[in-house]
């Protein structure tokens, strides 16, 4: 058996990207960065490898650029928890009852071309990714969450996805822990290794697009000729400039931009299991689980025998969190992870990190013209891979004037709200207390 570290990587490293089997793949080099191109994208997460797959597929001539400040993959696209939902709502923060059934019907109707969009890619270039159809679960352990599990299911249900009801014992044949007492089955979810997807999809755009992996950008300037500044002074011009990350959209100061904040995640993976470790689960399918409580734990079974788990957002303002908050946070997610796992107490982490991710009031991201020749798509609330795949797609389509129902919708629609979306005591019990950072019934 392969043999690993057994201290946990704090410095930021992402787990999957160390799993997977793309993270050699190399990117262009620096020293072919060009003084102007005809569209350049900041960010190589999903949004922006979707975008520029679509100009560079209905503007083939096109000088396209993607500049990340890290390797593609190794920051919020590529470390979430790795589920890719087709059948999507929007969060249990927000509130099922603010959005009407045609809402989650056209969701899951753009989260479903988004699949379709990446098996097409996945099967045309033959990646050697993981790509699971595996499923995935809605539980909750405490009984005042269940109403919240029962109004999960009927929605699920209105909308015509397939779902299973486990209670007890059936659960727990599944997962492989007693921890969880009432639960759904949701068998469109497809569970995958983010790193490795989204640095094999952007390989398939080599030979059409600059990707630039390690290279800043410092400013994002406006106007007919709009440019960015990179962090060795070099600035390099465009017709348009599309943002994919929300770091540049409140300097710009354009519409809606004062209305994205960000939520602090935190998220850890253990190492292998041992052989005797592993005997207990050895006949369990690959799973994820996300609670249907909003501070509960996601969790996922993987098929790399390792258990990751996440837990517990904070509100982060415009600062990442200092150490002590990660401290704090490896305690929680211990905790979470052997209440779940008592078997498994002496199992430690490898990996233990922190995140940004973008947020809204209303969880609806910001889509559209920003400022002159600087379009923005920041997706909300860690939504997930499939609508900011769909972001970046029809960014790009508004940018190149291909009308259609779908673009419409976007943009009469995704319109964020400002944090909080209205005073807390009109919010609700549930949501309220979330707000307040509720230690009962967190399910933690």
């Given amino acids: 058996m392969q043999n690993f570290k057994t201290f946990p990587k704090e410095d930021g490293s992402n787990p999957w990207e160390a799993l997977s089997s793309y993270r050699e793949v190399a990117f262009t080099s620096p020293d072919q960065i060009k003084s ?20 560079a597929e209905q503007r083939p001539e096109a000088k396209i650029a993607i500049f990340d400040a890290l390797s593609v993959g190794a920051y919020s696209s590529g470390r979430n928890a790795g589920f890719i ?19 989650h019907a056209l969701l899951s109707h753009l989260n479903r071309q988004a699949v379709a969009r990446m098996e097409d890619l996945i099967d045309t270039h033959h990646l050697h990714v993981q790509w699971r159809h595996d499923g995935s679960y809605r539980a909750v352990r405490e009984e005042q969450n269940l109403p919240a599990l029962k109004e999960l299911a009927a929605l699920y249900r209105r ?9 007890g014992d059936a659960l727990s044949e599944r997962l492989g822990t007693d921890f969880y007492r009432s639960g759904i089955y949701l068998k469109d979810t497809i569970l995958d290794n983010p790193s490795e997807l989204i640095r094999g999809l952007a390989s398939t755009l080599l030979d059409r697009v600059n990707i ?20 060795n002074l070099l600035t390099v011009s465009a017709s348009k400039v599309i943002l994919t990350i929300s770091a540049f959209v409140r300097e710009q100061g354009g519409l809606n931009s004062s209305r994205v904040a960000a939520i602090h995640s935190f998220g850890a993976m253990t190492r292998q299991l041992s ?22 734990a996601t969790v ?6 390792r258990i990751f788990i996440r837990t517990k957002i904070r509100f982060a303002g415009n600062l990442i969190l200092p150490g002590q908050q990660l401290e704090k946070a490896r305690f929680e997610l211990t905790r979470a992870f052997v209440r779940r796992f008592p078997s498994l107490e002496g199992v430690n982490f490898e990996y233990l990190y922190g995140g940004l991710i973008s947020f809204t009031g209303n969880a609806l991201p910001l889509f559209g013209e920003i400022k002159e020749n600087i379009y923005a798509a920041a997706t ?55 707000f307040k950072d509720r230690k009962a019934g967190s399910e933690l």
Wanted: aromatic share 12%; net charge neutral.
């Fill in 36 to 55: 102007h191109y005809d569209y350049i994208i900041v960010g190589a997460g999903f949004g922006g490898i979707a975008a520029a797959l679509q100009l």
């Fill in 85 to 103: 939902s087709q059948t999507q709502l929007t969060k249990a923060l927000v509130g099922f009852h603010r959005y009407k059934l045609s809402d």
């Fill in 159 to 167: 909308l015509g996805a397939q779902i299973e009801e486990l209670e």
């Fill in 212 to 231: 630039f992996e390690h290279i800043k950008v410092t400013a994002v300037n406006s106007g007919p000729t709009p440019s960015v500044q990179l962090e």
């Fill in 275 to 296: 052989e005797s470790e592993f005997a207990p689960f050895k006949d369990l399918k690959p799973w994820g689980l996300t609670a249907t409580h909003p501070s509960g």
């Fill in 300 to 305: 996922r079974f993987t098929p790399y025998r």
């Fill in 380 to 434: 909300s609330d860690g939504a997930g891979v499939a609508r900011a795949f769909i972001l970046g797609t029809y960014l790009a389509d508004l940018i190149l004037g291909r009308e259609s129902k779908e673009l419409s919708y976007l943009k009469a629609h995704y319109i964020p709200s400002y944090l909080p979306p209205e005073p807390l005591r009109t919010l609700g019990a549930r949501t309220a207390l979330y």
